[in-house]
T-cell receptor, first 117, second 112 residues
Framework: GAVVSQHPSWVICKSGTSVKIECRSL??????MFWYRQFPKQSLMLMAT?????????EQGVEKDKFLINHASLTLSTLTVTSAHPEDSSFYIC?????????????FGSGTQLSVL | GENVEQHPSTLSVQEGDSAVIKCTYS??????FPWYKQELGKRPQLIID?????GEKKDQRIAVTLNKTAKHFSLHITETQPEDSAVYFC???????????FGKGTTLSVSS
């Protein structure tokens, strides 16, 4: 069945480096992807909406120059955390809308745990 | 935009007891009301949902009730088990294709 594949599952990086997270839709085309961030013991907070072939829409307070989103194809959206700092350590998860609401409105990726040292 | 309040933030029960979590929303256009369960480090999983034309839905030990007039819906878990321990989120939605906005979550702990 339709699945969203997210990689990597976890990543540890040094402060100042960049990290790329990939989200692929399998067996379906995702013209839209939603990127969420979740800090420990907090809710999932929407960071941005990516649309294939156009610029992403960022939520208030999310730095678009720091969190680069690219949605170059109908099956791949990427989030790059540039010049990562310890405060960027978080759980990042992508999701794609599914048609209808059977089994929920969104397909979720498996998430990426980012730890910045 | 949608303002979502979820209560309580934490809930501790003994195995076999019932648990109730309430979600209040502000957008009268919301017509789809899901509840998600999230275990640590995992993706959220839909456990039950309800649409605005229905007042209650039940699936084994889990039920959701909706009061559209008062703009709140609740998750009911009966005969709780230790494996029900997780964080639960509501996400009222207008099905307009935009992202889900999640409540702040309720951490449920079921002790045996």
């Amino acid at each position: 069945g339709a699945v969203v594949s997210q990689h990597p599952s976890w990543v540890i990086c040094k402060s100042g480096t960049s990290v790329k997270i990939e989200c692929r839709s399998l067996d379906f085309q995702a013209t839209t992807m939603f990127w969420y961030r979740q800090f420990p013991k907090q809710s999932l907070m929407l960071m941005a909406t990516s649309n294939e072939g156009s610029k992403a829409t960022y939520e208030q307070g999310v730095e678009k120059d720091k969190f680069l989103i690219n949605h170059a194809s109908l099956t791949l959206s990427t989030l790059t955390v540039t010049s990562a700092h310890p405060e960027d350590s978080s759980f990042y998860i992508c999701s794609a809308p599914r048609s209808g609401t059977a089994d929920g409105r969104l397909f979720f990726g498996s998430g990426t745990q980012l730890s910045v040292l | 935009g949608e303002n979502v309040e979820q209560h309580p933030s934490t809930l501790s029960v003994q195995e076999g007891d019932s648990a109730v979590i309430k979600c209040t929303y502000s957008d009268s256009a919301s017509n789809y009301f899901p509840w998600y369960k999230q275990e640590l480090g995992k993706r959220p999983q839909l456990i039950i949902d309800i649409r605005s034309n229905v007042g209650e839905k039940k699936d084994q030990r889990i039920a959701v009730t909706l009061n559209k007039t008062a703009k709140h819906f609740s998750l009911h878990i009966t005969e709780t088990q230790p494996e029900d321990s997780a964080v639960y989120f509501c996400a009222p939605d207008d099905q307009a294709g935009t992202a889900l906005i999640f409540g702040k979550g309720t951490t449920l702990s079921v002790s045996s």
